[in-house]
């Protein structure tokens, strides 16, 4: 089968693959998380950071201890299925996906952490957002979602 696509550059790409059973070539497993806190002062919570993922209706959440308070400049990477929460089961499209794969920070403090990094190892692959000091907290603060893998739009050949 011959798909034709856009990718990230917005130019048009031909890719052939075989039809298979689609839940066995597109969705997969998160495999790890990780998160980097930031170096500024008072950049470490006394809180408890996790992660939250979706792509278009499909979403989960790690604990809320997956991340148990992170110390200022520490990175901190989690590969225990016990910690993945809602995230154990749920599986992924980073290929041929219609909807942008994205991830958010949680918190349960209201004792700010700032995040300069956020990841999600999937396929094989880490997909991360990167910024500088972003703060989070229990009150909503760097709560939103930050897309890790753009969705890929079909292009119209009718012309």
Request: proline letters at 3%; aromatic letters at 8%.
């Amino acid at each position: 089968m011959i798909a034709f696509l856009k990718n990230i550059n917005n130019t048009k790409c031909i890719v052939t693959y075989m039809k298979t059973d689609q839940s066995t070539v597109n969705n997969v497993a998160i495999e790890s998380f990780r998160i980097e806190i930031s170096t500024r002062e008072y950049a470490n919570t006394g809180g408890n950071l996790r992660i939250g993922v979706r792509q278009g209706e499909n979403s989960c959440e790690t604990v809320k201890e997956t991340f148990v308070k992170p110390e200022k400049g520490e990175e901190m990477t989690e590969d225990n299925k016990a910690k993945f929460g809602s995230c154990r089961n749920k599986w992924f499209q980073p290929n041929f996906n219609k909807h942008p794969l994205e991830i958010r920070v949680l918190s349960d403090s209201g004792d700010d952490a700032y995040i300069n990094r956020a990841a999600i190892k999937i396929g094989g692959v880490w997909r991360e957002w990167v910024s500088v000091d972003v703060k989070v907290n229990r009150h909503g603060e760097g709560a939103e979602w930050r897309a890790v893998i753009d969705p890929v739009d079909p292009i119209d050949i009718s012309n």
